[in-house]
């Protein structure tokens, strides 16, 4: 790759263009010509001396001169300058500096089109250097989720090459690589789910399912889990509802939900599901009476491997919400979360009846 400065150099306009000044100097000599020739039924600038002749040449040859010399001082400072500026600014992006900013040229009220580029370029820059900030952040947070399962199965081998320890003692440390290994694939799937999801490899295909038949399948699928905890677990759903949407994918939004709702909930609390419509919308609610989250919680609860409660961080990954934002984006749903620190949680969904 050439220097910047080679660059500069290559892109350098001259200081005195001579085709500007030969161009002017012409032009300005016509001009002379068609006034001469208007206003010589006046005067006999044939009978003119040599002497003034030479005077109205020199004349416009420093005009030529003049007017050159000020045409490149505005391209100079108006066009060129900046682009300059503009050019080292495009350079040190390219190289990898998100932190660069091309200051506007005029206030707003006097905006100009390479204002509104420069504006356009911060914009983009900046969107640039969210972007790679997610993605070390991103790398950053999968490297440390491997790690952990990965140094739980390799240290809880090692133990289990003890040939003296009891048989009690040798099931707990391979039920304890069994959940190791489970939390490692579970952090893979979800891993490649929203990669496909956020790479728009999958396409939502839109049919007609029940989507009360479909919550009532999901959450019975966490009945040995209510059971256990002694959770109170109430579900209000409609009779039924058509919707034309993409059942596989909302089945991740409402598995990663509820987990949550039963995760968050301590033994012998209360989990709701409610389900309701109107002529345009279906309308899903799980709400708990669990832990709850604080504001700062709840402002990054969305986002990609963030824990509010990091008491609980070994019963999952933080990309069980990313997952369920990203499928109800592709299906063109909403959902809001709504929570008091020690009072619950309630996940609202809402959803089109017909994509």
């Known amino acids: 790759m050439k220097s910047m400065a080679a660059q500069k150099k290559k892109a350098k306009m001259k200081v005195f263009p001579l085709s500007v000044f030969i161009i002017t100097f012409v032009v300005f000599g016509l001009f002379t010509t068609l006034q001469m020739n208007i206003i010589g039924e006046y005067i006999d600038y044939k009978k003119l001396p040599p002497s003034l002749v030479a005077a109205v040449l020199l004349c416009w040859l420093v005009a030529a001169v003049t007017f050159t010399l000020l045409t490149r001082y505005q391209i100079t400072a108006r066009y060129e300058k900046p682009m300059m500026r503009f050019a080292e600014a495009t350079q040190k992006v390219a ?19 390479l204002d509104v580029i420069f504006a356009d370029f911060n914009k983009m820059v900046a969107e640039l250097g969210s972007i790679e900030t997610l993605k070390t952040d991103f790398i950053s947070n999968v490297s440390h989720e491997i790690k952990t399962p990965l140094a739980v199965i390799q240290n809880t081998a090692e133990l289990l090459k003890n040939d003296s320890m009891t048989p009690q003692q040798r099931q707990a440390y391979i039920l304890s690589i069994n959940e190791a290994s489970k939390r490692l694939s579970s952090l893979i799937t979800n891993i490649l789910k929203l990669n496909k999801l956020e790479g728009q490899t999958i396409k939502p295909q839109s049919e007609p399912f029940d989507l009360c038949e479909q919550l009532c399948g999901c959450a019975l699928a966490f009945e040995d889990i209510w059971e256990q905890k002694n959770i ?58 669990g832990c709850g989250m604080s504001e700062e919680t709840r402002r990054h609860i969305f986002d990609k491997f963030y824990q509010g409660d990091t008491s609980y961080s070994a019963q999952g990954n933080g990309l069980g919400l990313a997952l369920a934002v990203r499928v109800l984006q592709l299906v063109d749903g909403l959902i809001e979360a709504e929570s008091e620190l020690g009072k619950g949680s309630t996940f609202t969904v809402k959803l089109p009846i017909k994509m």
Do not use: C, M
């Open 95 to 113: 190289a990898g500096d998100f932190s660069v900013y091309v200051p506007a040229r005029h206030t707003s009220y006097k905006t100009d089109y």
């Open 232 to 289: 109170e677990f109430e579900a209000q759903l409609e009779d039924r509802l058509t919707l034309f949407s993409d059942a596989p994918l909302l089945e991740i939004v409402w598995n990663n939900i509820l987990s949550n709702a039963f995760k968050f909930t301590n033994e012998g609390g209360r989990v709701t599901l409610r389900q309701w419509s109107d002529s345009n919308n279906a309308f899903i609610a799980v709400s708990d009476d």
